[in-house]
């Protein structure tokens, strides 16, 4: 990004100040978007939406990535942690003991219950499911599912191992749950959000758009780095849902 001198606004502050960009950097805020979803969430041209994306990735507070399921769509990320560290920047430009308040949600009185979805929940949702249950403890009840299980892949277990964290799953189907009540249903993948069904209880459905790690070749005995790559995405995403979770109460 690119740097202020000092008596310009942040960049960050500059570009946010538009209210189409903060629109669209609201919307992503509560998960990865297709350009077509913006447009008709935000009701302006796909051109217009599509220059001010433009913008934000120039920025690298937006990242695109194609879709897993339709080559031809692009889901649009909004980089928290960028996010985050720009918004720090510009609260100190103004004075140094501006810092964002990060907010506890493990401190939460009531126990939210959260379900991350993929194909065959042996990789992305398995491994989602245990880097959530150990940063929060049992103050969340987490869940995953799949919808076209199978058996739990090595290199979940290796990736997080790595980490200190302990992944012993079975391979459950999606609709096996699809009566519970969840607080937050979080599809990790493009195939599986376009068979997610409907859980009562109107939960905070969310869309993580991330490629199948399993695709990658691995050397015998070692962890591939695809696994690896995904266990640091999903930590980060992992602990900025961890900060809105104090939203959620009992349905």
């Known amino acids: 990004m690119e ?14 100040s538009d209210p189409l960009r903060w629109r669209l950097l609201r919307e992503l805020a509560h998960g990865d978007r ?8 935000v009701g302006q041209p796909q051109n217009l939406v599509s220059y001010h994306l433009r913008k934000l990735r120039a920025a690298e507070l937006v990242t695109a990535r194609r879709s897993s399921f339709d080559g031809r769509d692009t889901y649009y990320h909004l980089d928290l942690k960028q996010c985050a560290d720009s918004l720090a920047e510009a609260g100190s ?4 003991g501006l810092v964002p308040n990060r907010v ?8 939210p219950k959260v379900l991350f979805l993929c ?20 103050s969340v009840d987490v869940s995953s599912a799949g919808s076209r299980p199978k058996p739990l892949h090595p290199d979940a277990v290796r990736a997080l191992a790595e980490r200190g964290i302990s992944l012993e799953h079975e391979p459950v189907h999606v609709d096996s749950l699809r009566r519970r009540r969840f607080h937050w249903v979080i599809s990790l993948c493009d195939r599986v959000r376009e068979v997610r069904p409907e859980f009562p209880g109107h939960p905070r459905v ?5 490629p199948d790690p399993a695709g990658e070749a691995s050397e015998a005995g070692e962890t591939c780095p695809a696994f690896r790559r995904l266990a640091v995405e999903l930590d980060s995403r ?10 959620v109460r009992k349905a």
């Open 3 to 16: 740097i202020a001198g000092p008596s310009e606004p942040p960049p960050f502050v500059r570009l946010a």
């Open 34 to 41: 297709r350009v077509r979803e913006l447009v008709e969430i």
């Open 93 to 96: 430009a103004l004075h140094p």
């Open 104 to 111: 506890d949600a493990t401190r939460t009185a009531s126990r």
């Open 119 to 138: 194909t065959g929940n042996s990789g992305r949702s398995p491994m989602a499911e245990a880097l959530l249950r150990h940063r929060a403890g049992g």
């Open 206 to 210: 969310v869309h993580w758009s991330l």
């Open 238 to 247: 992992i602990g900025f849902l961890t900060s809105r979770i104090d939203e």
